[in-house]
């Protein structure tokens, strides 16, 4: 089975604090992504990324920074994290177009990190 | 830009019913089509891949159909139990699995 692990279900953290969301897959997936998901929005892209070192800005990207220096890790990265930046974060990996499968470009998911941001 | 919408929003019914969920896209340039279920305060489960070749697919009692021409899918949920109580997403995926698209859900309750 396809697992995507994030590394906290749940954190706290104080106003100006950098913070780091780490993201872990193990089917060698060429895709992975960022999401944040509010009541009322639904779930909105941050970032991501297609291959090691690459990244692409997805629909929010303010107040947010990633990186992928390995295949298997995708870390969302908060720089000075705001109360507005309380949420639920979801990490996704899927295999990318390269392999001309269709069935491959199916999106797995993490079980998602619960920020407070006091 | 491509939007995607799910109704209903909410859905009560009585264990035991059949019942359909509904979303559309706008723009049927898309490479496949997912569902989802999410339990409260959890990640996304995948449910079901349509690839835009397809018409639909099935899981046990589940089944989604898609209609590209259209901008429409649905998941029909067959004899539902209480343990089908959760928020159905769907999502389209564009730019070869570079850009997924959800809509906002539908949040099923199948009392028992």
């Known amino acids: 089975d396809v697992k995507v692990t994030q590394s906290s279900r749940y954190l706290v953290k104080r106003t100006g604090e950098k913070v780091f969301l780490e993201c872990v897959q193990d089917m060698d997936h060429e895709n992975m992504f960022w999401y944040r998901q509010d009541p009322g929005l639904g779930l909105r892209l941050i970032y991501f990324s297609y291959d090691v070192k690459m990244k692409e800005k997805g629909d929010i990207p303010e107040g947010y920074s990633v990186s992928r220096e390995k295949k298997e890790r995708f870390s969302l990265i908060l720089e000075s994290a705001s109360t507005n930046q309380t949420s639920m974060y979801l990490c996704a990996s899927s295999r990318g177009s390269g392999t001309g499968r269709e069935v491959d470009t199916e999106a797995f998911f993490g079980q998602g990190t619960r920020l407070t941001v006091v | 830009k491509q939007e995607v919408t799910q109704i209903p929003a909410a859905l009560s019914v009585p264990e035991g019913e059949n019942l359909v969920l509904n979303c559309s896209f706008t723009?049927?340039?898309?490479?496949?089509l997912q569902w989802f279920r999410q339990d409260p305060g959890k990640g996304l489960t995948s449910l079901l891949l349509i690839q835009s070749s397809q018409r639909e697919q099935t899981s046990g009692r589940l089944n989604a159909s898609l209609d590209k021409s259209s901008g429409r899918s649905t998941l029909y949920i067959a004899a539902s139990q209480p343990g089908d109580s959760a928020t159905y997403l769907c999502?389209?995926?564009?730019?070869?699995?570079?850009?997924?698209?959800f809509g906002p859900g539908t949040r099923l309750s199948v009392l028992p």
């Open positions: 999502a389209v995926c564009q730019n070869y699995g570079q850009n997924f698209v």
């Open positions: 723009d049927s340039a898309i490479y496949n």
